[in-house]
């Protein structure tokens, strides 16, 4: 078998946590012949259900799993990792808006950044899934200077697989048969999904999801609405945030980046702009990439029409006010 994969899961005694170290320790993300040694951080009054969480993953006897290490010490779960998910942070109640969310968590990825660059291999690959995550990824990289920006990533993922859900639910088909649809912007109400690049397999034969649905009005209204507030409506059935679906897209989005993309599909991820697409740089904004040796790269050259446009500006126009309060917090 190959060398161990050492990954880091914060927030690990929590819901999203608890559906995804066992997902991890699976074999999903990494491959079936990928040894992985768990490092599980929470906060220190977490430490009781912790342990249990580390008792139980040694209980399942996953033959991938070689060693756990559960700790209230980033010193210790960020030594020598390879991948981080970060999932650990005050979570959304209901009626809570991000904004709230914003102050309280950004000094805990200050402080999460700050202990990778210390502590984490210099080639490790962060996900960022607590929220507002596009804003928490910047500001992670930005206090860990001496690890590749590029290695930063935020959670949209979640957002593409709720999007492809409700397309293959509308025209009766498997969710494996819609691919690319993109999810623009920020992970939260005012993300853009984005149907007009992506196809439906229909009929024996890949056809553009806007002619199999033929419903502009649905496409351009109740399909998006649904998408950007689906995690709003889980919160109101379950009375707490989303996490089985959350770990999943966790590790679609990891599994993504160590594995790369199929040809001809891609994938959408919280990543930093260069401008592409007329979007401000200096954000985390998710574009639709294609993987490569464990490298991203935003696809280029996709036709924009003015419908598209104006729901990238306003996503656009809330990261950076989001990253100005973020930089304005963790300065206080």
Known sequence: MAEPVRVCITGAAGQIGYSLVYMVGSGVVFGNDTPVILHLLDISPMMGVLNGVSMEVNDCALPNVRDVVATDDPA???????????????????????????????????????????????????????????????????????????????????????AQTQIAGKLGIPVSDVK??????????????????????VNGQDVPVYD??????????????????????????????????????????????????????????GVFSDGSYNTPEGVMYSFPVTIQDQKWSIVKDLPIDDFAREKMDITAKELCEERDDAISACQD
């Not at 210790?76 to 709230?100: Q, S, T, W, Y």
């Not at 928490?136 to 206090?143: G, T, V």
């Not at 690319?180 to 397999?201: E, M, Y």
């Not at 379950?238 to 001809?264: F, N, V, Y």
């Open 76 to 162: 210790v779960a960020f030594k020598d990792i390879d991948a981080a998910f970060l999932v650990g942070a005050m979570p959304r109640k209901e009626g809570m808006e991000r904004k709230d969310l914003l102050a309280a968590n950004v000094k805990i990825f200050k402080a999460q950044g700050q202990a990778l660059d210390q502590h984490a291999k210099k080639s490790v690959k962060v996900l960022v899934v607590g929220n507002p995550a596009n804003t928490n990824a910047l500001i992670c990289a930005k206090y860990a200077p001496s690890i590749p920006r590029e290695n930063f990533s935020a959670m949209t993922r979640l957002d593409q697989n709720r």
């Open 180 to 201: 690319n649809v993109i999810i623009w912007g920020n992970h939260s109400s005012t993300q853009f999904p984005d149907l007009r690049h992506a196809t439906a397999h």
């Open 212 to 269: 199999a649905i033929k419903d502009d009005a649905y496409l351009k209204g109740e399909f998006i609405t649904t998408v950007q507030k689906r995690g709003a409506a889980v919160i109101a059935a379950r009375k707490l945030s989303s996490a089985m679906s959350a770990a999943k897209a966790a590790c679609d989005h990891m599994k993504s980046i160590w594995q790369g993309t199929p040809e001809g599909h891609f994938v959408s991820m």
